[in-house]
């Protein structure tokens, strides 16, 4: 795994259920989204995540991500208000992964 600014990239994965892959969530604005994500992340902006609950699966890793690491933290801790175990964020956020030259959708 890259490491950026004291993380470990592929970090918010560790632990997956290896059978499945981990959600990637972008908590980002659908314009931010279109502009481009992590593949194979899905678009569900923070203001409406708890309004979409059935799109996540409480039998599956999540992994929550945003610019810089706020929104994703607010979203686990709604998340785990709602029962949500399996659920995480990716500290470095968007910033961190295109600063570490990763892969953009």
């Given amino acids: 795994a890259r ?5 470990r990239f ?3 994965l560790e632990g997956a259920d290896r059978q499945r892959e981990p959600l990637l969530v972008d ?3 659908p314009a931010d989204y279109r502009r481009g994500h992590i593949p194979a992340a899905i678009n569900l902006p923070l203001q ?8 996540l699966p409480r039998d599956r890793d999540v992994v929550l991500y945003c610019a810089s690491g706020y929104r994703s933290a607010l979203g686990v801790m709604a998340l785990h208000l ?4 399996r659920v995480r964020g990716f500290a470095p956020g968007f910033a961190g992964w295109t600063a570490a030259d990763q892969p953009v959708a």
């Fill in 27 to 29: 908590l980002r604005s």
């Fill in 48 to 55: 409406d995540l708890v309004h979409q609950l059935e799109a």
């Fill in 10 to 12: 592929g970090a918010g």
């Fill in 82 to 85: 709602h029962g949500y175990e």
């Fill in 3 to 7: 490491r950026c600014a004291g993380h």
